[in-house]
T-cell receptor, first 112, second 114 residues
């Protein structure tokens, strides 16, 4: 079973920031948080990952709470092309656990 | 920079038949994972190959098998197809040296079993 909980759907106005929450209250110290998105019928696209510090790249920012029990993916200026299903995944990186366990994700709809 | 490629894009098979799907990893990557995604669900892990060996397997029957070649490309074989095998099959590649091990996915192969 997935170790994360996400809202099933969210709407966001075009040009505004999209803040996608993820709960991972049972996360272990050796587990990273990864975010992917999947645009209709395409393969999941890697967005960002982090351990405990906030991270930013050209696509998004990842804010992880101090207790690491939840995180937020921020798309600073959402566009219509950001409409997709967003998956939050936790995975240990120093054990022999190579697979991702996907949940059902958050369906983000960006509105014009 | 060549991304992950998969072939074919779409495939229609009849129940009981066998199918082979192919994947070429992202340039520089050495590890290939396969996932099955049923309609409306998140991807489910099938198995992962590294150094031409299966090193982790998900909860899939032995009808699902794979292979990795010396050039790191991979095949997924499914025997005795069932209607329930209809899904999007995704290949993901990664580099074992990267501790954080992020995986990059291909566009998938849509398999329909009739």
């Amino acid at each position: 079973d997935a170790k994360t909980t996400q809202p099933p759907s969210m709407d966001c106005a075009e040009g505004r920031a999209a803040n996608l929450p993820c709960n991972h209250s049972t996360i272990s110290g050796n587990e990273y948080v990864y975010w992917y998105r999947q645009i209709h019928s395409q393969g999941p696209q890697y967005i960002i990952h982090g351990l405990k510090n906030n991270e930013t790249n050209e696509m998004a920012s990842l804010i992880i709470t101090e207790d690491r029990k939840s995180s937020t993916l921020i798309l600073p200026h959402a566009t219509l092309r950001d409409t997709a299903v967003y998956y939050c995944i936790v995975r240990a990186v120093d054990t022999r656990t190579y697979k991702y366990i996907f949940g059902t994700g958050t369906r983000l709809k960006v509105l014009a | 920079d060549a991304g992950v490629t998969q072939s074919p894009t779409h495939l229609i098979k009849t129940r009981g038949q066998q199918v082979t799907l192919r994947c070429s990893p992202k340039s520089g990557h050495d590890t290939v994972s396969w996932y099955q995604q049923a309609l409306g669900q998140g991807p489910q892990f099938i198995f992962q190959y590294y150094e031409e060996e299966e090193r982790q397997r998900g909860n899939f029957p032995d009808r699902f098998s794979g292979h990795q070649f010396p050039n790191y490309s991979s095949e997924l074989n499914v025997n005795a197809l069932l209607l329930g095998d209809s899904a999007l099959y995704l290949c993901a590649s990664s580099l074992v040296e990267r501790v954080t091990y992020e995986q990059y996915f291909g566009p998938g192969t849509r398999l329909t079993v009739t």
